[in-house]
T-cell receptor, first 112, second 117 residues
Framework: AQKITQTQPGMFVQEKEAVTLDCTYD???????LFWYKQPSSGEMIFLIY??????QNATEGRYSLNFQKARKSANLVISASQLGDSAMYFC?????????FGSGTKLNVKP | EAGVAQSPRYKIIEKRQSVAFWCNPI?????LYWYQQILGQGPKLLIQ????????DSQLPKDRFSAERLKGVDSTLKIQPAKLEDSAVYLC???????????????FGPGTRLTVL
């Protein structure tokens, strides 16, 4: 069963605009962690943002924010003021029962 | 602080040959992960170590893949014999225990790109 679902294989956004990347997850455990990673064409995985299941507020890290809707089991990533350097693959991941699960990713292209 | 080190960065072998990858995690990180990332897909966890014990190897093809983490530090992942479908990037990651402010954030190495011909 899919633990993490990313339904957008690819997205385009205009430079300086905001973009939302979708992520839904599936777990019966009340304790879990949600992560977003960026993977540029060079291949390294770069941590962006983390949300714990008990965190009351949505996480923010600079231009990145996580729209955490617990009842809907969604953890969408919002990137504000997109830059050309944001063009990359983005992966949503969940840590649950001491295991990590990754989604299939969303390829973001930022247009000048 | 040094990051996660992996070697080699690239490897090309023929099917049925053997190959080994090496990973050195961030100093002090108790948990080490090996992932397989096939082109266009998300990383798939192959094996997870806590110190030198295996936490999860449910997705490791044990008939051909093996991994060890002697002394709870470095780790080696081996494929013997390799198949065409093993062509992928093999990522190593580590995380600290107990978790930091970012939960069990994983720090990834640069990966090893394996091509099986």
């Amino acid at each position: 069963a899919q633990k993490i679902t990313q339904t957008q294989p690819g997205m385009f956004v205009q430079e300086k605009e905001a973009v939302t990347l979708d992520c839904t997850y599936d777990t019966s455990d009340p304790s879990y962690g949600l992560f977003w990673y960026k993977q540029p064409s060079s291949g390294e995985m770069i941590f962006l943002i983390y949300q714990g299941s008990y965190d009351q507020q949505n996480a923010t890290e600079g231009r990145y924010s996580l729209n955490f809707q617990k009842a809907r089991k969604s953890a969408n990533l919002v990137i504000s003021a997109s830059q050309l350097g944001d063009s990359a693959m983005y992966f949503c991941a969940m840590r649950n029962f001491n295991k990590f699960y990754f989604g299939s990713g969303t390829k973001l292209n930022v247009k000048p | 602080e040094a990051g996660v080190a992996q070697s080699p960065r690239y490897k090309i072998i023929e099917k049925r040959q053997s190959v080994a990858f090496w990973c050195n995690p961030i100093s002090g990180h108790a948990t080490l992960y090996w992932y397989q990332q096939i082109l266009g897909q998300g990383p798939k966890l192959l094996i997870q170590f806590q110190n030198n014990g295996v936490v999860d190897d449910s997705q490791l093809p044990k008939d051909r893949f093996s991994a060890e983490r002697l002394k709870g530090v470095d780790s080696t992942l081996k494929i013997q014999p390799a198949k065409l479908e093993d062509s992928a990037v093999y990522l190593c990651a580590s995380s600290s225990t107990p978790p930091g402010l970012r939960g069990y954030e994983q720090f990834f190495g640069p990966g090893t790109r394996l091509t099986v011909l």
